[in-house]
């Protein structure tokens, strides 16, 4: 069946959600941060799914690290990637709840130049159409520091699916 109309709906950005393939395509230098106290390299299932979706999308893998809940080493970490000029970006999952050891939200906040609000409004959205009310127990934030793109995650597969397909 034909479109009713070739007109975009009213306020919809022409290409919404479409990626222009008249622009070369240029891989991203992507660390991605595991934190938690209980993953291993073996069971890190969100940090792999993550790592195979930037694969996918041709990205390059520039490191990978499982950090414990502690918001020094989460920091020190980020800090190090920051200076590393071989990283554009940076993307954690985990220690984005709200229990007394999910502290990955003041650690990115710590070292972000510039917060990227909307990157926590629209994972709120596309969350809610999939879980409800569950989203609200999500922290998921993102900003800018030294010119590394940062972004955090909350740890299950399926919030790192809804991050990277839906947003990233």
């Known amino acids: 069946m034909p479109p009713l109309s070739d ?12 990626i222009d393939s008249s622009i070369a395509f240029v891989p ?4 991605v941060l595991t934190v938690s106290d209980t993953r291993t390299k073996d069971d890190d ?5 993550l790592v195979k979706r930037l694969q996918d999308a041709g990205h390059i893998l520039c490191a990978r690290t499982i950090v414990p809940d502690d918001q020094k080493r989460i920091t020190a970490q980020l800090r190090t990637w920051i200076e590393d000029p071989r990283c554009d970006v940076v993307i954690s999952t ?3 709840g709200l ?9 990115f906040k710590s070292v972000f130049e510039k917060e990227i609000d909307g990157f926590a409004a629209l994972f ?4 809610y159409a999939k879980i409800g009310t569950s989203t609200v127990q999500s922290r ?6 030294g010119g590394t793109y940062l972004f955090a995650l909350p740890g299950s597969p399926g919030a790192v699916k809804d991050g990277w397909d839906g947003i990233l």
Request: glycine share 18%.
């Open 140 to 145: 998921a934030c993102a900003g800018v520091a």
């Open 99 to 107: 229990t007394g050891r999910d502290v990955t939200v003041e650690a």
């Open 94 to 96: 985990g220690g984005t």
């Open 28 to 31: 991203v230098h992507i660390a």
């Open 45 to 49: 299932t969100s940090g792999d799914t």
């Open 124 to 127: 709120h959205q596309i969350s």
């Open 7 to 18: 007109k975009p709906e009213v306020g919809a950005h022409p290409g919404a959600g479409r």
